[in-house]
């Protein structure tokens, strides 16, 4: 059973997000039910809100945004950036964290050639973030760094586990996971190999970070508890709620002023500057890199977040319009920051850390995008970096294949690194 599933999340793409408001298990179970035959490109009539959809997107999308760096009239690159950053951030209600928690390290050892401390720290709200810092065994000085950011998955129990790996008893469902999306790599582990200092933390409903069920009223628990999930079957059935609960935790997140990729961001950006301010870290040489939630989590941290010197966004780079018209079914409520449409297209986010190195990695069978519009992104990035005279600075890259982070996609990741972080 548990091979069946990982081969239809392989064949259908849809499981790198999971999908908004609804249960990744009714969608194994009934896979019709989301109606796979919807275009595939924005040239078909058909969208996914029917006759409202050419208004909608006549509304804002049919036009350079405001704020782009494309239009004729912004020629200052630094001041472009300074200003729309504080746009953007505006637009997603940034929160404040205060300053670098204490770091408690609970056990630290090595596996394969790597070095890592599993430790925690406290965030203002929830419980104690986990992370694992990974790097070299033998290590001596400072290192350039990366920070890890994990993918969704489908699955908010698990969290930097996703991409890292400690010890060789490890659960059949974590092994599945990066069976499934890294062709059975622990990536994190293999760029610490290569001589970075590497971070993977639980982003924010995530593993430690995740919504525990004895914080809810009973009457939403679905009669589940936290002290149940000892079990695969236990384990599906709290992601199932959880993807449930997204849009609860969305429309709560509005309502107090602020957006699920704000508290991403601000908890990623906590996490870079504990990287950052370790002993062993060239706080000058730090990178981010993540798949699909983890793409996302690139593309906010990379673009508002200047001490990103080297940015490798995998499986999530679209344009508003795919999102509006194709996609977002496709897609949880961790994507989307009102208004902000009209001002950047979706790819100019990560274009505002222009000049700056920039490798985006495509899959393109990866059917949680349209691939017309992951080439209209690449076109929009390829402009911003033009007119910035850094073509040399931004690649992308198609891979054949579904959605994933597979051991050619990793190299070449790894390579960029290499390149801008170790000269």
């Known amino acids: 059973m548990q091979n069946d599933r990982r081969e239809f999340m392989k064949k259908s793409g849809l499981a790198g997000l999971g999908i908004m408001g609804g249960s990744l298990l009714d969608l194994h179970a009934n896979p019709q039910s989301i109606n796979p035959t919807l275009p595939v490109n924005n040239q078909q009539e058909l969208n996914l809100i029917g006759s409202y959809g050419p208004w909608a997107k006549s509304l804002n999308l049919e036009k350079l945004p405001s704020h782009s760096f494309r239009n004729p009239g912004i020629t200052d690159l630094d001041t472009w950036r300074t200003s729309t950053r504080k746009l953007v951030s505006e637009r997603m209600g ?8 204490k770091v408690t390290v609970h056990r630290s050892g090595s596996y394969e050639g790597v070095s890592f401390e599993e430790i ?27 920070l890890g950011l994990h993918c969704h998955g489908g699955n908010k129990f698990l969290g930097f ?44 409903a995530f593993g430690s970070r995740r919504v525990m069920l004895e914080d809810v009223p009973e009457s939403i628990r679905q009669g589940i508890t936290d002290f149940s999930l000892d079990t695969e079957e236990k384990i599906n059935a709290y992601n199932s709620w959880a993807s449930n609960h997204e849009h609860i935790l969305a429309k709560s997140l509005f309502c107090g002023g602020t957006s699920w990729p704000a508290v991403f961001l601000a908890e990623d950006q906590m996490a870079l500057s504990i990287l950052a301010a370790r002993e062993d870290v060239d706080d000058t ?28 966004a995998v499986g999530f780079m679209t344009t508003w319009t795919d999102l509006l018209l194709y996609k977002s079914y496709t897609h949880t409520w961790m994507s989307y920051v009102p208004i902000l449409p009209k ?17 985006v990695l495509n899959d393109i069978e990866d059917n949680l995008f349209t691939l017309s519009e ?48 170790k000269a």
């Open 285 to 312: 040489k730090l990178g981010c890199a993540g798949l699909s939630g983890g793409g996302l989590r690139t593309v906010m941290l990379g673009g508002l977040d200047p001490r990103i010197s080297c940015a490798v």
């Open 343 to 359: 001002e950047l297209d979706f790819p100019e986010i990560l274009s505002l850390r222009a000049p700056l190195p920039t490798l």
């Open 374 to 421: 992951m080439k209209k992104a690449d076109q929009i990035l390829g402009e911003v970096y033009a007119k910035a005279k850094a073509t040399d600075r931004y690649r992308c890259s198609f891979y054949p294949g579904p959605h994933k982070f597979d051991k050619a996609m990793q190299e070449e990741a790894f390579a960029w690194f290499d390149r801008w972080l």
């Open 161 to 204: 586990d996703k991409i890292s790996r400690t010890r060789a008893d490890l659960p059949s469902y974590i092994v599945d996971h990066h069976d499934t999306y890294y062709e059975g790599r622990a990536w994190a582990n293999e760029a610490a190999k290569l001589g970075y200092v590497v971070m993977v933390h639980d982003a924010f």
């Open 94 to 101: 940034a929160v404040e964290l205060g300053s670098i928690p």
């Open 120 to 146: 925690s720290y406290q965030l203002p709200s929830g419980n104690p973030t986990k992370a694992v810092i990974l790097k070299p065994e033998n290590a001596k000085g400072k290192l350039p760094a990366i």
